[in-house]
């Protein structure tokens, strides 16, 4: 519950991992060096390249020619982003011979994104029918730029032709649930511009939060843009006093996100989630909820059963707000929610069943068509389409709107045959709030992975969609949720890299797509993050271990890398591995203790910072809890810890179904006692629906006990009252004894008692021998 300075002290498992310091490739090489030009390596891969013989030379004498407004501006954004990677700016100059040429010409290309790039011996031109597609041209040639050698980067003579496979190319961003700063959004909507991607959809209002400030409810946002988070992280230790959690966008703030995207080609979309996700308005203004009860804003997450009513009034409310934001988004597009609205308590109201038959709705949800209908029409007076998530097809939906598909791709895919335009964004696929490695080290998020490659895959057209109803797929968007992304460092960790592989099915034609070429192109865009200060997980850079205990003072260890990356060097002497460190090729025996240290090589550079292992008797005998599996497939989090208030709190993969962990085929021969330690967790779920999926066993005693079983359905090892609270570090260890196991055994762990309003959660399993 309340970890305070011990968190950082528990010897954890396998996972120690050292930071050191990696330099990016573009410091590495002295200036001197004669520059060559390497092979390009583009993300997202453009339409068409073709390399030839001879190179471009930049450097400082180099001039950049920009002819008219347009093309100025993106010289201008050119050389910021330069400026921003701390690099030297071209300057511009009035047109002559060789150099940098930015040019808009009629004709140059047929898309209005699409661009022209040559790099001759003699100079390098960037031409585009549009100031859109020469800022893409320009984004190519940022790249192109690198890596740099001191001051001068050889660029291989080459021609693309370039245009986008798909129009929307979307990340969606929750500040809801947690909040990001306006500058932490310019620095998302630079990464995103860089990799040509073009929609910003912005999830403005929650349960949890309401963000945008819209003046005629001042309560929104001095009510709705405040919450208590649930447990520890809610009370200030110092004051003892609730510490709120708040944020929100004033239209100024709004209104320079919006210019800021608009300059790098992106279009912000605004959410105003209806009529569920309503709990912050409803905080603020009670009248707008079904029980006219006042509410406060949640701390919980999940499926929250409190709705929007259907007054007239409510109406003028989302009216208001629409109109808002029909002002403060100049795009084509306004979002309206619509997923996840639980109907019961529209069906418990009397005057709600009254409305809905007074205005011919058969049932609840065609109710909620009605609404879209409304807002549909509201939204074409002020020139804006609408777009729901798909359960708005739910109800008959008006021709005109277009569905964001979420639940898998069937949504979208039907949504297509009727003739609504469709974004996908299949949760199963494009959903990075769910995690993309196994490793320790990832942040707190959805522990179901959704790998690199699995993203890289993903189709937006669906194969069973007839031609005449595939353009009605605009393309693809990543979600990224924030529940569990309290830092902006979680945000980005969780959407790069894998939103490279979103940019890259988005813009680069179907049949150019090839994994294992993106795979090679990747090594080449970190420095480029790194030098941009976007902070890109490293996990699916880094190695993991994976060690049994072998003999009796041996350990057999088994290395990999997330993401496949072949070239696995390690040192055994305590010393930073390097690209002639010894090469692993299959699992080894190391002597116990010993200091492993890894890191993965591509083109004789480390992806990743080494990672460090200890491996001794002990952390043989133990287990951290992110190397323990789920009893059972029930709902998968991977939550932080409520305390510490300030500093780092611990992590936990829980199922909150059924919070259960098993240690599978534990060598119990010669284990005479078990060692749980284990924190408490706010339990702060609504699972509407699914709330009979929450399982716990009764307690026999005041606060529950701890039980370790032989297997999950099997005979109880050991039984241990647990106290009433955890020890002032947060943390409780529990000790029980066992008898010798013969043979292997699945050693499952868990704790009865009602999971609410906490719920104990393991850290860690040691096993002590005989
Ligand atoms: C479902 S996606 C939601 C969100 C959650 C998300 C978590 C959608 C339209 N609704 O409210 O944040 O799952 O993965």
Same mark, same amino acid.
């Given at each position: 519950?309340?970890?305070?300075?011990?968190?950082?002290?528990?010897?954890?498992?396998?996972?120690?991992?050292?930071?050191?310091?990696?330099?990016?490739?573009?410091?590495?090489?002295?200036?001197?060096?004669?520059?060559?030009?390497?092979?390009p390596?583009l993300i997202p891969a453009p339409a068409t390249l073709q390399?030839?013989?001879?190179?471009?030379?930049?450097?400082?004498?180099?001039?950049l020619h920009a002819q008219g407004e347009a093309a100025q501006r993106v010289a201008r954004l050119f050389n910021g982003f330069l400026a921003k990677e701390?690099?030297?700016e071209i300057?511009l100059?009035?047109a002559?011979?060789?150099g940098i040429r930015f040019e808009i010409a009629a004709g140059a290309s047929p898309s209005s994104e699409g661009y022209v790039l040559d790099v001759?011996?003699?100079g390098i031109v960037v031409r585009a029918a549009d100031e859109r597609g020469l800022f893409y041209g320009a984004a190519t040639l940022l790249q192109l730029l690198t890596?740099?050698?001191?001051?001068?980067?050889?660029v291989?003579?080459l021609h693309i032709e370039d245009a986008p496979r798909f129009g929307w190319r979307g990340a969606m961003l929750?500040?809801?649930?947690?909040?990001?700063?306006?500058?932490?959004i310019k620095r998302l909507l630079d990464a995103m511009a860089l990799l040509k991607l073009n929609v910003f959809h912005w999830?403005?209002?929650?349960?949890?939060?309401?963000?945008?400030?819209?003046?005629?409810?001042?309560?929104?946002?001095?009510?709705?843009?405040?919450?208590?988070?649930?447990?520890?992280?809610?009370?200030?230790?110092?004051?003892?006093?609730?510490?709120?959690?708040?944020?929100?966008?004033?239209?100024?703030?709004v209104r320079d996100v919006v210019a800021y995207a608009a300059a790098r080609h992106i279009e912000v979309m605004p959410?105003?989630?209806?009529?569920?996700?309503?709990?912050?308005?409803?905080?603020?203004?009670?009248?707008?909820?079904?029980?006219?009860?006042?509410?406060?804003?949640?701390?919980?997450?999940?499926?929250?059963?409190?709705?929007?009513?259907?007054?007239?009034?409510?109406?003028?409310?989302?009216?208001?707000?629409?109109?808002?934001m029909v002002k403060l988004f100049p795009g084509r597009y306004v979002h309206?929610?619509?997923?996840?609205?639980?109907?019961?308590?529209?069906?418990?109201?009397?005057?709600?069943?009254?409305?809905?038959?007074?205005?011919?709705?058969?049932?609840?949800?065609?109710?909620?068509?009605?609404?879209?209908?409304?807002?549909?029409?509201?939204?074409?007076?002020?020139g804006k389409r609408?777009i729901?998530?798909?359960?708005?097809?739910?109800?008959?939906?008006?021709?005109?709107?277009t569905?964001m598909?979420?639940?898998?791709?069937?949504?979208?895919?039907?949504?297509?045959?009727?003739?609504?335009d469709v974004v996908m964004s299949?949760?199963?696929?494009?959903?990075?709030?769910?995690?993309?490695?196994?490793?320790?080290?990832?942040?707190?998020?959805?522990?179901?992975?959704?790998?690199?490659?699995?993203?890289?895959?993903?189709?937006p057209v669906?194969?069973?969609?007839?031609?005449?109803?595939q353009q009605h797929i605009l393309g693809l968007q990543a979600?990224?949720?924030?529940?569990?992304?309290?830092?902006?460092?979680?945000?980005?960790?969780?959407l790069f890299?894998?939103l490279a592989a979103v940019a890259e099915t988005g813009w680069t034609p179907k049949?150019r797509k090839?994994?294992?070429?993106?795979?090679?192109r990747?090594? +080449?865009q #970190?420095?480029r993050w790194? =030098?941009q200060?976007v902070?890109? $997980? &490293?996990? %699916?850079?880094?190695?993991? !271990?994976?060690?049994?205990?072998?003999?009796?003072?041996?350990?057999?260890?088994?290395?990999?890398?997330?993401?496949?990356?072949?070239?696995?060097?390690?040192?055994?002497?305590?010393?930073?591995?390097?690209?002639?460190?010894?090469?692993?090729?299959?699992?080894?025996?190391?002597?116990?203790?010993?200091?492993?240290?890894?890191?993965?090589?591509?083109?004789?550079?480390?992806?990743?910072?080494?990672?460090?292992?200890?491996?001794?008797?002990?952390?043989?005998?133990?287990?951290?809890?992110?190397?323990?599996?789920?009893?059972?497939?029930?709902?998968?989090?991977?939550?932080?810890?409520?305390?510490?208030?300030?500093?780092?709190?611990?992590?936990?993969?829980?199922?909150?179904?059924?919070?259960?962990?098993?240690?599978?085929? +534990?060598? #119990?021969?010669?284990?005479? =006692?078990?060692?749980?330690?284990? $924190? &408490?967790? %706010?339990?702060?779920?609504? !699972?509407?629906?699914?709330?009979?999926?929450?399982?716990?066993?009764?307690?026999?005693?005041?606060?529950?006990?701890?039980?370790?079983?032989?297997?999950?359905?099997?005979?109880?090892?050991?039984?241990?009252?647990?106290?009433?609270?955890?020890?002032?570090?947060?943390?409780?260890?529990?000790?029980?004894?066992?008898?010798?196991?013969?043979?292997?055994?699945?050693?499952?762990?868990?704790?009865?008692?009602?999971?609410?309003?906490?719920?104990?959660?393991?850290?860690?399993?040691?096993?002590?021998?005989?």
């Amino acid at each position: 519950m309340k970890p305070l300075s011990s968190f950082r002290a528990i010897p954890f498992a396998l996972a120690l991992v050292a930071l050191v310091a990696c330099k990016p490739a573009t410091e590495q090489h002295g200036d001197h060096a004669a520059p060559t030009a390497a092979a390009p390596a583009l993300i997202p891969a453009p339409a068409t390249l073709q390399t030839s013989d001879g190179q471009f030379v930049v450097d400082a004498g180099t001039r950049l020619h920009a002819q008219g407004e347009a093309a100025q501006r993106v010289a201008r954004l050119f050389n910021g982003f330069l400026a921003k990677e701390k690099r030297p700016e071209i300057p511009l100059a009035d047109a002559g011979a060789g150099g940098i040429r930015f040019e808009i010409a009629a004709g140059a290309s047929p898309s209005s994104e699409g661009y022209v790039l040559d790099v001759k011996p003699d100079g390098i031109v960037v031409r585009a029918a549009d100031e859109r597609g020469l800022f893409y041209g320009a984004a190519t040639l940022l790249q192109l730029l690198t890596p740099a050698n001191g001051d001068k980067v050889a660029v291989r003579a080459l021609h693309i032709e370039d245009a986008p496979r798909f129009g929307w190319r979307g990340a969606m961003l929750d500040s809801a649930r947690h909040f990001q700063s306006v500058d932490e959004i310019k620095r998302l909507l630079d990464a995103m511009a860089l990799l040509k991607l073009n929609v910003f959809h912005w999830h403005l209002t929650d349960d949890q939060g309401w963000r945008i400030e819209i003046p005629k409810y001042p309560k929104l946002t001095e009510i709705g843009a405040c919450r208590i988070p649930a447990g520890d992280a809610g009370i200030d230790p110092a004051t003892g006093k609730p510490a709120p959690y708040c944020g929100f966008y004033t239209q100024a703030q709004v209104r320079d996100v919006v210019a800021y995207a608009a300059a790098r080609h992106i279009e912000v979309m605004p959410e105003f989630d209806v009529p569920g996700h309503a709990v912050a308005a409803i905080a603020a203004y009670p009248q707008l909820g079904v029980t006219g009860k006042s509410l406060p804003v949640s701390n919980e997450w999940g499926v929250n059963s409190n709705l929007f009513n259907t007054e007239e009034e409510t109406y003028r409310f989302f009216e208001d707000v629409l109109g808002e934001m029909v002002k403060l988004f100049p795009g084509r597009y306004v979002h309206i929610g619509g997923d996840e609205a639980v109907k019961d308590q529209w069906i418990a109201s009397q005057r709600i069943q009254q409305q809905m038959k007074e205005q011919g709705a058969k049932d609840e949800m065609a109710m909620q068509g009605l609404m879209v209908a409304r807002l549909e029409k509201f939204l074409a007076a002020h020139g804006k389409r609408l777009i729901g998530w798909d359960e708005i097809l739910e109800g008959k939906l008006p021709e005109s709107a277009t569905v964001m598909s979420w639940r898998g791709t069937e949504g979208g895919l039907e949504a297509a045959k009727q003739g609504h335009d469709v974004v996908m964004s299949p949760s199963s696929d494009l959903y990075f709030d769910y995690l993309q490695t196994r490793s320790a080290n990832e942040p707190p998020g959805r522990p179901s992975i959704i790998e690199m490659k699995q993203v890289y895959a993903f189709e937006p057209v669906p194969a069973e969609l007839p031609a005449d109803k595939q353009q009605h797929i605009l393309g693809l968007q990543a979600n990224m949720w924030t529940e569990h992304s309290r830092t902006f460092a979680r945000v980005q960790h969780n959407l790069f890299p894998r939103l490279a592989a979103v940019a890259e099915t988005g813009w680069t034609p179907k049949d150019r797509k090839d994994y294992a070429s993106f795979l090679a192109r990747l090594p +080449a865009q #970190l420095p480029r993050w790194r =030098a941009q200060d976007v902070e890109y $997980a &490293r996990t %699916p850079f880094e190695v993991e !271990l994976q060690a049994e205990a072998g003999g009796s003072a041996t350990a057999k260890v088994s290395l990999s890398n997330p993401l496949g990356y072949p070239d696995i060097r390690y040192t055994t002497d305590g010393s930073a591995p390097t690209a002639t460190s010894t090469a692993y090729a299959k699992p080894f025996d190391v002597v116990v203790p010993t200091q492993l240290r890894a890191a993965v090589f591509v083109d004789g550079q480390a992806l990743a910072d080494a990672n460090t292992f200890d491996i001794d008797a002990a952390s043989l005998l133990s287990r951290g809890n992110n190397a323990l599996a789920s009893c059972g497939k029930g709902l998968g989090l991977r939550l932080e810890d409520d305390g510490p208030f300030k500093g780092e709190r611990g992590i936990y993969n829980v199922d909150i179904f059924n919070p259960c962990w098993q240690w599978k085929q +534990a060598d #119990l021969s010669a284990i005479g =006692a078990i060692e749980v330690h284990a $924190a &408490r967790l %706010p339990y702060n779920f609504q !699972l509407a629906h699914d709330e009979t999926s929450r399982k716990f066993q009764p307690a026999r005693t005041a606060h529950g006990e701890l039980v370790l079983r032989a297997g999950c359905e099997g005979a109880e090892l050991a039984r241990v009252p647990m106290p009433a609270q955890p020890d002032a570090d947060g943390f409780v260890t529990l000790k029980a004894a066992i008898q010798t196991q013969p043979k292997p055994t699945d050693l499952c762990v868990y704790f009865t008692g009602d999971t609410r309003p906490t719920m104990w959660v393991v850290d860690r399993i040691a096993l002590q021998p005989n």
